[in-house]
C-alpha cells in the first residue's frame, strides 16, 4: 500500500514540476488538435495491439495449462488496457485480468503467472527492439548504447547460467521456485508452438504503440522527420515501464521532454506529444469501457435470473 502511494505520489511530483517549467500549454495545446481521423487512427491501432496481446496471452496461458480462448482474452485485456489508462500505476488492469481469469479457469496463480511471463516476454522484446532501433538513428542515448547492450548481454547470460545450475532434486524453497520458474519459462515462452507466436504479436504491439506515439507527435504540431522522431518517442515509450506514475502520465511526459529538448527540437513540444498520446491510448481502450460495463449489467441479471429459478 505504501509502494502504491510512493508511486502515484512520485507520479504527481513530475507532472507538478513540468507544469512549473513550461506551464500548462503544452498539455492542453496539443488536445485541442485531436480530431475525428486522429481518434479513429487510434482506436484501429489499438484494436490491432490489444489482439496482439490477447493472442500472446493466449498462447502463454496454454502453454502452462490454463485454457483461454483468444476472443476471452480481447474481452479481457480491452478491460485491462482501459483500467491501465484510468487508474494509478498503470498495472491494475492487468492484475484484474489475471485474477479474473484465474477465478474463471480455476487456477489464479497459473493464470497470474502466464499475464506475468507473457508481460515479461514482451518488456524483453521491447528493449531488444529499442536497441536496434536507437543503434540506427541519431538519438540523445547512443552513445550509451554499447554499455547497454553489455549490460543485457551479461543479464541473459546470468540468467541461462542459473537456469542450467538449477537442480532437478531438492527440497528447499529456492529450489522449487527456481524449477518452477524455469518449467514456465520453457512451456510458456519456449516451446515450439508459443515462441514464434510471442515474437510476433510482442513486436506488432511494440510497432502499433510507436505508430500511435508517432501519430500524437504529428498532431501536436512536430513537423521533424520521422527518422528523427522515432527514436524520441521511442524513449519516451520506454520511460512507460516505470511504476512513478499516474493512469500513465508522469515519467512518459518528463523523458519526452528531455529527449525532444536534448535532439534540438522544444521541451514543450515533448510534452505535447506525450500528453496527446496519453490522450490517444484512453481513447484507444475505451471499448474497454463498453467490456466492463456490459460485465456490471449482465452480473445483477444472472442473480436475479437464478433467485427466480431457485
Known amino acids: 500500500m505504501v509502494w502504491a502511494w510512493a508511486r502515484a505520489l512520485g507520479g504527481i511530483g513530475l507532472l507538478g514540476v513540468l507544469l512549473w517549467q513550461l506551464g500548462s500549454g503544452p498539455f492542453l495545446s496539443g488536445l485541442a488538435l485531436i480530431d475525428g481521423r486522429v ?40 478491460r485491462a488496457v482501459f483500467l491501465n489508462a484510468t487508474l494509478p500505476g498503470g498495472v491494475l488492469g492487468d492484475v484484474h485480468r489475471a485474477v ?21 516476454a514482451g518488456q524483453v522484446v521491447q528493449v531488444l527492439l529499442a536497441l536496434v532501433l536507437l543503434a540506427a ?30 537442480p532437478d532434486a531438492g527440497r528447499s524453497r529456492g529450489a522449487r521456485a527456481a524449477r518452477a520458474v524455469v518449467a514456465d519459462v520453457r512451456a510458456g515462452l519456449l516451446a515450439r508452438r508459443t515462441w514464434l507466436g510471442v515474437l510476433l504479436a510482442s513486436a506488432v504491439m511494440v510497432a502499433g504503440h510507436l505508430a500511435t506515439f508517432l501519430l500524437a507527435a504529428r498532431t501536436a504540431g512536430a513537423t521533424a522527420p520521422l527518422s528523427r522522431l522515432l527514436p524520441l518517442t521511442l524513449l519516451a515509450l520506454l520511460a512507460m515501464g516505470l511504476p512513478l506514475n499516474v493512469a500513465g502520465f508522469g515519467p512518459r ?11 534540438g527540437l522544444t521541451a514543450a513540444q515533448g510534452v505535447a506529444t ?29 442473480r436475479r435470473e437464478t433467485a427466480v429459478r431457485g
Open 274 to 302: 506525450a500528453t496527446v498520446y496519453g490522450a490517444l491510448v484512453l481513447v484507444a481502450s475505451l471499448p474497454g469501457a463498453v467490456v466492463l460495463l456490459g460485465r456490471r449489467i449482465r452480473a445483477p441479471l444472472a
Open 39 to 78: 481518434v479513429a487512427a487510434a482506436l484501429a491501432i489499438g484494436a490491432l495491439t490489444t489482439v496482439c496481446g490477447a493472442w500472446r496471452w493466449s498462447l502463454v496461458a496454454g502453454g502452462l495449462g490454463v485454457r483461454l480462448p483468444l476472443g476471452t482474452a480481447v474481452a479481457h485485456c480491452y
Open 137 to 166: 538513428f541519431p538519438s540523445p542515448v547512443r552513445p550509451y548504447l554499447p554499455v547497454a547492450a553489455l549490460v543485457l548481454v551479461a543479464v541473459g547470460l546470468g540468467a541461462a547460467l542459473l537456469a542450467r545450475a538449477v
Open 253 to 263: 511526459e518528463g523523458v519526452a521532454a528531455w529527449a525532444f529538448g536534448a535532439a
Open 100 to 120: 479474473r481469469h484465474g477465478r474463471d479457469a480455476g487456477d489464479v496463480g497459473r493464470s497470474v503467472r502466464a499475464v506475468v511471463w507473457e508481460r515479461g
